[in-house]
């Protein structure tokens, strides 16, 4: 069946540095990635998205890099700081008579003050 | 300001009773829905709505149910048979073909 996963369960950096958060999907028919992040105890909060159509997306210290060739799609975090703790979700949807959003697993970023 | 309300935050559950978790939105969304995120996990989908009096079933549906009676809210009841009812339970709310927003989400703890 289709899936996202995602490489790294956790992943620590020391604040300052970029973090890159990886997720692989398999469905070749999504057109849309959408990256969230969630703190504990709370719902998942909208970061960037990009379309099928591009290969890059950049937004406020974040950029979303896409790789249809091989069904990748990356997270940048420029300059990490102790508020960017928390699990990022990689989801991807599909068009069609309801736009289905399927989520991966998360990964867990961990900011090293 | 906008955004989609979720109630209770924390709720228990005795083994065998139905509950129902709330949510309201006043974002104007036409699509809302329910999600499970199990501790580690990601988030499942139970139902979704797309428009008012109308939903459907998602991944894991059974031991749910739903209603769409206003555009604004789509309360999920969690029954007796769902066998393993203890989970984060978020509502989401969108447009068509946009993001979704979510709630800040229903803890549910069966006893």
């Known amino acids: 069946g289709e899936n996202v996963g995602l490489h790294l369960p956790t992943l620590s950096v020391q604040e300052g540095d970029n973090s890159i958060i990886n997720c692989a999907y398999s469905?070749?028919?999504?057109?849309?990635f959408i990256w969230y992040k969630q703190e504990s105890g709370k719902g998942p909060q909208f970061i960037i998205d990009i379309r099928s159509n591009m290969d890059k997306r950049q937004g406020q210290r974040v950029t979303v890099l896409l790789n249809k060739t091989v069904k990748h799609l990356s997270l940048q975090i420029a300059a990490t700081q102790p508020g960017d703790s928390a699990v990022y979700f990689c989801a991807e949807r599909y068009s069609g008579g309801y736009q289905k959003v399927t989520f991966g697993t998360g990964t867990k970023l961990q900011v090293i003050p | 300001d906008g955004g989609i309300t979720q109630s209770p935050k924390y709720l228990f559950r005795k083994e065998g009773q139905n509950v129902t978790l709330s949510c309201e939105q006043n974002?104007?969304?036409?699509?809302m829905y329910w999600y499970r995120q199990d501790p580690g996990q990601g988030l499942r989908l139970i139902y979704y709505s797309q428009i008012v009096n109308d939903f459907q079933k998602g991944d894991i549906a059974e031991g749910y149910s739903v209603s769409r009676e206003k555009k604004e809210s789509f309360p999920l009841t969690v029954t007796s048979a769902q066998k393993n009812p203890t989970a984060f339970y978020l509502c989401?709310?969108?447009?068509?073909?946009?993001?979704?927003?979510f709630g800040a989400g229903s803890r549910l703890t069966v006893l």
């Open positions: 469905n070749s028919a999504s057109d849309y």
């Open positions: 974002l104007n969304h036409d699509a």
């Open positions: 989401a709310s969108s447009l068509p073909r946009d993001v979704l927003t």
